[in-house]
C-alpha cells in the first residue's frame, strides 16, 4: 500500500493537458480552460501558436496577417457530460491568389456560434 504524507504535493491532471494528449491541432496552442457562466459547457481558449504562418481559408496558402475577428466559439468533442467549446479569435490574411477574410481554423465548420 503506497501512503501519501499530507505535506507531499499532489498535481491533479489538467484539462490542458488531457486535450494536448489527446488532440492537437497544428500551429495552435490551447491557452486556458474554464466553466461557462452558466456552468452548463466548458470553454477552451485557442491561439496561433508563436512563429506560426497564417493560412488562407480559400487557397490555402501561407499568407500575411493585416487584422483580427471578433472571437468565435467553436462546438468541440463533449467531454465527461459537458459541451466544450473553442474560443478562437480568427485572423484576417490577404494571400496573393485570393483575398481571405480569415484564417483557416483546423474546428471550424457550420456549427459555429
Known amino acids: 500500500m503506497v501512503?501519501?504524507?499530507?505535506?507531499?504535493?499532489?498535481?491533479a491532471m489538467e484539462l490542458i493537458t488531457?486535450?494536448?494528449r489527446c488532440h492537437r491541432f497544428?500551429?495552435?496552442v490551447y491557452q486556458q480552460a474554464h466553466f461557462?457562466?452558466?456552468?452548463?459547457?466548458?470553454e477552451v481558449a485557442v491561439r496561433p501558436r508563436k512563429g506560426?504562418?497564417?493560412?488562407?481559408?480559400r487557397c490555402?496558402?501561407?499568407a500575411p496577417g493585416y487584422?483580427?475577428?471578433?472571437?468565435?466559439?467553436?462546438?468541440?468533442?463533449?467531454?465527461?457530460g459537458f459541451l466544450v467549446f473553442?474560443?478562437?479569435?480568427?485572423?484576417?490574411?490577404?494571400?496573393?491568389a485570393a483575398l481571405s477574410p480569415s484564417k483557416k481554423f483546423p474546428g471550424a465548420t457550420a456549427n459555429a456560434h
Open 26 to 28: 497544428r500551429g495552435f
Open 60 to 62: 490555402h496558402l501561407p
Open 18 to 20: 488531457i486535450l494536448n
Open 3 to 11: 501512503e501519501v504524507s499530507p505535506t507531499a504535493p499532489v498535481r
Open 86 to 96: 473553442l474560443l478562437y479569435t480568427m485572423r484576417r490574411v490577404v494571400a496573393a
Open 52 to 57: 506560426s504562418v497564417a493560412i488562407c481559408s
Open 36 to 42: 461557462s457562466a452558466d456552468k452548463k459547457s466548458i
Open 67 to 80: 487584422d483580427q475577428l471578433g472571437e468565435r466559439r467553436f462546438e468541440f468533442i463533449p467531454l465527461w
